[in-house]
């Protein structure tokens, strides 16, 4: 777990055209690792677009800042919807 593996995951979110990217470690991250993530930069100006957590971080409540996105909400929405209406034969 090194400052390159960042900036791989960096690398691949501006090649996939993602707005941002998680990466998630065993241990706690080291300091050159947290400035390679600082200088991806930022999603709407407050959320930073490569967030670093601990397997123990996630499991103690910790979660991602993502933007909110009410497009992804209907979608999700409708796709509940059409769950509940399928019927089984």
């Keep these: 777990?090194?400052?390159r593996d960042i900036r791989d995951l960096k690398g691949v979110v501006e090649?996939?055209?993602?707005?941002m990217g998680v990466f998630v470690t065993l241990e706690k991250p080291?300091?050159?690792?947290?400035?390679?993530?600082?200088?991806?930069g930022f999603v709407f100006?407050?959320?930073p677009k490569?967030?670093?957590?601990?397997?123990?971080?996630?499991?103690?409540?910790g979660q991602?800042?993502?933007?909110?996105?009410?497009?992804?909400?209907k979608k999700?929405?409708?796709?509940r919807?059409?769950?509940n209406n399928v019927r089984m034969f």
Aim: proline share 8%; no cysteine; charged share 35%.
């Design 15 to 19: 090649r996939e055209g993602a707005k």
């Design 45 to 47: 100006d407050h959320i």
């Design 1 to 3: 777990m090194q400052a």
């Design 30 to 40: 080291t300091k050159p690792m947290v400035v390679e993530a600082t200088r991806a």
């Design 81 to 83: 919807e059409k769950r």
């Design 76 to 79: 999700a929405e409708r796709v």
């Design 64 to 73: 991602p800042k993502i933007p909110y996105q009410p497009e992804s909400r």
């Design 50 to 61: 490569i967030q670093i957590f601990t397997i123990e971080e996630l499991f103690n409540g």
